[in-house]
């Protein structure tokens, strides 16, 4: 009998136990972290207003680019450089106030920024993407600090999609294949160069500054200004 009282005892805190085991693991459960939603911001130019949201994904530049707008960097710059079928640029300080076929694309806030590079980030058309400076003297591909462009770019047939991967070793997925087959894009850029946002409204304004009048130095005739950025979400 006393062995079996023994059992019934050993049972009874073996149960006990575990069942306070369960309810002290349910007690520190942490609450789920909130899913924090990429910022957007609104670019007011003299052509019309491009609505971008700020990748998550790449901390370290939607950082930076928030601190600039809210600094109001970039009130009174200029897309310095356009070219069609490619990508428009801007973000360059030295722009403000240019006079006219004054040579630009060199100015910024006196820092660069670490490559981000995503597998999942695209160059589509509407990507945000940061300049940099040439592989030669940047050998971290270290973005500007300042300095962005969006694509314009173009479709891409599934034959060139084949050869675009085969030139950049490595494979896209089917997903990222029939965005640059149907939306398009510039493919040759990708982990490159540091995508770290995307247009979701205002397409057809960046469209329209694409195909402004440059001039040899790829500086449109007529200035197109960043009149401001507001941050709204």
Request: aromatic letters at 10%; glycine letters at 8%; a negative charge.
């Amino acid at each position: 009998m006393k062995v079996v009282h023994l059992f019934l005892t050993g049972l009874i805190l073996i149960i006990l136990l575990s069942c306070s085991g369960f309810l002290f693991a349910q007690d520190n459960e942490q609450p789920e972290e909130e899913i924090m939603k990429d910022p957007i911001v609104i670019m007011h130019t003299n052509y019309g207003d491009i609505t971008i949201k700020l990748y998550n994904d790449t901390p370290q530049h939607r950082d930076n680019f928030l601190k600039l707008v809210e600094e109001c960097f970039y009130d009174s710059t200029l897309f310095h450089r356009v070219i069609a079928g490619f990508m428009i640029q801007a973000g360059d300080p030295d722009s403000k106030n240019a006079i006219p076929k004054k040579q630009l694309g060199a100015g910024g806030p006196g820092y660069t920024v670490p490559a981000e590079f995503r597998k999942d980030l695209i160059h589509k058309k509407g990507a945000l993407a940061a300049a940099r400076q040439r592989d030669q003297v940047n050998p971290q591909k270290r973005s500007s600090g300042s300095q962005f462009y969006i694509v314009v770019g173009r479709p891409w047939t599934a034959d060139e999609m084949i050869m675009v991967q085969e030139r950049l070793g490595f494979k896209y997925t089917d997903e990222q294949k029939e965005i640059y087959e149907t939306l398009g894009g510039y493919p040759f850029l990708d982990r490159e160069y540091t995508v770290f946002g995307e247009v979701i409204e205002g397409l057809d304004i960046v469209d329209a500054i694409s195909v402004v009048d440059t001039n040899p130095a790829d500086r449109p005739l007529q200035d197109v200004v960043i009149e401001s950025i507001e941050i709204v979400e």
